[in-house]
């Protein structure tokens, strides 16, 4: 008897990208969506799609990870966020994973990540992986913003990758970069740290330096180039937030 998977997302507007995600995800036994009371036909569509959809209101991407977990029948859990789509060899290998009678209690996905149409190779991109198949009796999720597993017990990475289409438009991906450094600000207030002129000044400039130079976002063209900006950009819209925080402006 084969073991059997739950499949879970998290959601909120997902209308674009909810169909492939529930195909590409099909071989599951159990496929949950967490949303956090999306505006768009996303609720709709899952329903179409007859997934099991439930609501729940966004505090961070931990607990709502976590809350999503709690639904789950089975103990072995794919989370891939909407944009990721499991290849068919991704698949195969994920089956074959999770009958592994070695101790083994998550597994790291590799991403090959797509930005403006273009596979990303270069910033740090090609080392890019997340925990993506777990038991959920060994693992939860830490971290307010970018939400990492905790394992207790052994952790490999298959070899196969996720194709990972990050980008919808520019004004989504900025968005979705200003909810993470608004989150982030969140953390930081409530540890007591206070922004100054190296907060402002350094750390975006050296996110900037660190992607397109160091790690040679330079090869990837323009794209790259876009890539380095705003995720600099971001690191400066934390600390932006996050000292009008201190001074109570909204």
Same mark, same amino acid.
């Given at each position: 008897?084969?073991?059997?998977?739950?499949?879970?997302?998290?959601?909120?507007?997902?209308?674009?990208?909810? *169909?492939? $995600?529930?195909?590409?995800?099909?071989?599951?036994?159990?496929?949950?969506?967490?949303?956090? +009371?999306?505006?768009?036909?996303?609720?709709?569509?899952?329903?179409?799609?007859?997934?099991?959809?439930?609501?729940?209101?966004?505090?961070?991407?931990?607990?709502?990870?976590?809350?999503?977990?709690?639904?789950?029948?089975?103990?072995?859990?794919?989370?891939?966020?909407?944009?990721?789509?499991?290849?068919?060899?991704?698949?195969?290998?994920?089956?074959?994973?999770?009958?592994?009678?070695?101790?083994?209690?998550?597994?790291?996905?590799?991403?090959?990540?797509?930005?403006?149409?273009?596979?990303?190779? $270069?910033?740090?991109?090609?080392?890019?992986?997340? &925990?993506?198949?777990?038991?959920?009796?060994?693992?939860? +999720?830490?971290?307010?913003?970018?939400?990492?597993?905790?394992?207790?017990?052994?952790?490999?990475?298959?070899?196969?990758?996720?194709?990972? +289409?990050?980008?919808?438009?520019?004004?989504? $991906?900025?968005?979705?970069?200003?909810? $993470?450094?608004?989150?982030?600000?969140?953390?930081?207030?409530?540890?007591?740290?206070?922004? *100054?002129?190296?907060?402002?000044?350094?750390?975006?400039?050296?996110?900037?330096?660190?992607?397109?130079?160091?790690?040679? #976002?330079?090869?990837? #063209?323009?794209? #790259?180039? &876009?890539?380095?900006?705003?995720?600099?950009?971001?690191?400066?819209?934390?600390?932006?937030?996050?000292?009008?925080? +201190?001074?109570?402006?909204?």
């Amino acid at each position: 008897m084969s073991t059997k998977i739950t499949a879970l997302a998290i959601t909120y507007n997902e209308e674009e990208n909810i *169909n492939r $995600y529930v195909e590409s995800l099909s071989f599951a036994d159990e496929i949950i969506i967490v949303d956090s +009371y999306s505006t768009d036909a996303t609720e709709k569509l899952a329903n179409e799609l007859n997934v099991k959809f439930i609501k729940n209101e966004f505090t961070d991407f931990s607990s709502q990870r976590n809350f999503a977990i709690e639904q789950a029948s089975n103990d072995w859990i794919l989370f891939f966020d909407l944009d990721e789509i499991v290849t068919p060899a991704l698949e195969t290998e994920i089956k074959q994973a999770v009958e592994n009678k070695d101790g083994i209690v998550a597994y790291f996905v590799k991403r090959k990540f797509h930005f403006m149409g273009k596979h990303i190779r $270069y910033g740090g991109w090609r080392t890019d992986k997340a &925990v993506r198949v777990f038991n959920k009796k060994h693992c939860k +999720y830490t971290g307010l913003v970018h939400e990492v597993i905790t394992a207790k017990g052994r952790v490999c990475t298959l070899k196969e990758k996720v194709d990972h +289409y990050s980008y919808k438009s520019f004004d989504n $991906y900025n968005n979705k970069l200003n909810l $993470y450094s608004k989150l982030q600000a969140e953390n930081l207030y409530g540890r007591k740290v206070r922004p *100054n002129a190296y907060h402002f000044l350094f750390r975006p400039f050296y996110r900037f330096c660190w992607q397109y130079f160091y790690r040679l #976002g330079i090869l990837d #063209g323009k794209e #790259g180039f &876009v890539l380095a900006y705003i995720h600099s950009f971001s690191v400066f819209k934390r600390y932006i937030q996050l000292w009008m925080k +201190y001074r109570k402006i909204s």
